[in-house]
C-alpha cells in the first residue's frame, strides 16, 4: 500500500520528516525515500529497505538534508521521491494508491510524440513519473492534480513539494487516508497519511482531506485549492489489517473497530474453548474483543519478535513470505500443549503462511485449533491499494475453494457471497480443512461494518463482496 508525510515548518524540517516517515514503516517495505528543500535546491534520497529498516538506511542521510519543507514516503514498488523539472517549475513528488490503466495513460502519453519516461524498474514503468506526467499538463499544479485524479482508474493520493509550499491531494474517492496537522512552536503542518505519525512530533490532527480535495500548505497555514467531493470509499480493510491501532480515519479508531469485531465475532459464536488468542499483530486487537465479549481467556500461545522482522505480506517472493511468517512468531509451548485455542486473525489472504502456524501449533500439543477471521472471505482481488501481493485473485483462499469445488475458475463467484447458501458452506468448508482446522467461521460483512462504525456506502468492501460504491 505505502504511507507519505510531508512537513513544512519555521524552522529545519528534516528531523519531523525523518521520524514522521519512518512512523508509515507499517505500510511498506520495500523503498524509502526522502526529498527536503532550502531555497531553489533539492536535496533527495532513495533506498531499498526490504532487507533493513527505514531508520537504519537513513539515518547517515539525514546529516546531509537541510531545508524548511520536505516530503517522504514508504513504498511498496516504485523509487520515490521524484524530482522533477517542469514549465510549473521544480518539484518533488510521491504517491499512494494503484493506477489500473497505466498502460493506458502511457499510449495517451505518447500520441503527442513528446512525452517520454526514464524511471524504469527493469521492464516496469515508475507509476508516480506517469502521474507526474499528467500534473505537468495543467495550468497550475492544482489544475495538473485534479485533471491527474480524473484521468487515473484506480486509486491515488499525493505529495508535491514545490517552491510555493507543499501540495496534499487525497483519492478521487478517499479509499487511502490523508490527514492534517499543526504544531505552534516552531509553527508548522505536516500531512500524512497515518495520524499516528503526529503525536510525538507535537503536530495535533486538525481534519483529514476529503475525497479528491487539493490543499497547498506552508508553516504559515492551509489553502484549500479544491473543495472535497460528495462520494467518499475509504478502504474498510484499514481497520481490519492495515492501519496502524493508534489511527483514526474518519473519526473512528483503528483499536476500537477491532475490538467490536472482535466482539461481534463472539456474539455469532459458540465454540467451546479454553482459550482465545490472535494471531499477533492485527489478530490481536480482535482477540481482546472477542474474550471481553466471550468471557474466556485471553492467552498469547504466540508472540512476534518485532525488532528485525517486517510484515510478512510484504516480500514478493511466496518463499520469503513464509519464512518471514514462521522466523518472526515464537511459539509458547506451555500455552499451546492439551489446549483447545480459538485464534482470531485479520483475514485469510492466501491461507499459506496461516495453514504453516495451524501445523505448528499441533505439533505443539494443541487438541483443537478453531479460527475466527474479522472479515469476511476475501473474493475478488483488490484493484486500489495493491494490498496483496498475489499476483491473481486465483490465488486467493476463496478462489482456491471454488475451483476445487467446481474443478475449474469459478466463473460466478457471486453464488458463495452468502453465508446463508449452501455454495457459502461448501466453500467455507474446503478452506477449513484445506488449513487443518477444528472450525473455521469468517465474519458477517454487516457486523463488520457496523463495528467500523461508517455507512456502508463509505466504505470500499469491493475485496469481499464485488461492489463498487454499493449503498
Not at 3 to 21: E, M
Not at 224 to 235: K, N, S, V, Y
Not at 288 to 307: D, E, N, W
Amino acid at each position: 500500500m505505502g504511507g507519505f508525510f510531508g512537513v513544512a515548518s519555521a524552522g529545519n524540517a528534516v528531523r519531523d520528516l525523518y521520524f514522521g516517515t519512518d512512523y508509515h514503516s507499517h505500510l511498506g517495505t520495500v523503498r524509502g525515500g526522502m526529498a527536503v528543500k532550502s531555497g531553489r535546491r533539492y536535496t533527495r534520497f532513495i533506498h531499498d529497505i526490504t532487507n533493513a529498516q527505514f531508520r537504519s538506511k537513513f539515518d547517515p542521510d539525514i546529516r546531509r538534508m537541510k531545508g524548511q519543507w520536505g516530503i517522504g514516503i514508504i513504498s511498496d514498488g516504485d523509487d520515490q521521491p521524484l524530482l522533477v523539472e517542469s514549465h510549473l517549475g521544480p518539484y518533488a513528488i510521491v504517491t499512494v494508491g494503484a493506477i489500473q490503466n497505466l498502460k493506458a495513460l502511457v499510449r495517451n502519453g505518447f500520441r503527442n510524440r513528446s512525452t517520454h519516461f526514464l524511471e524504469m524498474s527493469g521492464s516496469r514503468l515508475n507509476s508516480t513519473e506517469v502521474v507526474a506526467t499528467l500534473i505537468n499538463a495543467g495550468g497550475t499544479f492544482a489544475e495538473g492534480i485534479r485533471q491527474a485524479q480524473e484521468a487515473i482508474v484506480g486509486s491515488c493520493s499525493l505529495l508535491l513539494l514545490t517552491q510555493e509550499g507543499v501540495y496534499a491531494a487525497r483519492d478521487r474517492f478517499g479509499r487511502t487516508p490523508v490527514a492534517l496537522g499543526q504544531r505552534k512552536d516552531p509553527a508548522g503542518w505536516a500531512a500524512a497519511s497515518e495520524v499516528s505519525a503526529f503525536p510525538n512530533l507535537e503536530y495535533v490532527p486538525v481534519r483529514e482531506l476529503g475525497p479528491g480535495e487539493i490543499v497547498r500548505f506552508t508553516h504559515d497555514g492551509v489553502e484549500t485549492l479544491r473543495p472535497p467531493d460528495e462520494a467518499l470509499q475509504i478502504c474498510a480493510f484499514l481497520w481490519i489489517y492495515y492501519g496502524y491501532p493508534s489511527s483514526t480515519y474518519e473519526g473512528v479508531n483503528v483499536e476500537e473497530a477491532r475490538y467490536r469485531c472482535g466482539e461481534a465475532l463472539a456474539r455469532n459464536d459458540g465454540a467451546e474453548v479454553d482459550l482465545v488468542a490472535g494471531i499477533p499483530d492485527s489478530g490481536t486487537s480482535h482477540a481482546i474483543g472477542y474474550a471481553l465479549q466471550s468471557h474466556i481467556p485471553l492467552k498469547r500461545p504466540f508472540v512476534k519478535y518485532t525488532p528485525t522482522w517486517p510484515r510478512s505480506f510484504m516480500p514478493p517472493d511466496q518463499g520469503i513470505r513464509q519464512m518471514v511468517a514462521r522466523m518472526k512468531l515464537i511459539p509458547i509451548p506451555e500455552l499451546i500443549a492439551g489446549q483447545r485455542i480459538l485464534f482470531c486473525e485479520d483475514s485469510i489472504v492466501r491461507g499459506t503462511q496461516l495453514g504453516a502456524i495451524v501445523r505448528r501449533v499441533f505439533k505443539y500439543g494443541a487438541r483443537e485449533v478453531h479460527m475466527r477471521p474479522a472479515c469476511p472471505p476475501l473474493v475478488y482481488g483488490c484493484k486500489f491499494l495493491n494490498f496483496s501481493r498475489s499476483r491473481s485473485e486465483t490465488e486467493l483462499a476463496a478462489r482456491r475453494a471454488m475451483k476445487a469445488i467446481e474443478g475449474k475458475d469459478s466463473r460466478h463467484p457471486e453464488r458463495y457471497l452468502d453465508p446463508a447458501s449452501n455454495a457459502y458452506a461448501d466453500m467455507v468448508g474446503h478452506i477449513c480443512r484445506d488449513l487443518e482446522l477444528t472450525s473455521l467461521k469468517y465474519q458477517r460483512i454487516e457486523d463488520m461494518v457496523q463495528a467500523i462504525g461508517l455507512p456502508k456506502r463509505k466504505l470500499c468492501t469491493y475485496c469481499w463482496d464485488g461492489c463498487e460504491g454499493c449503498k
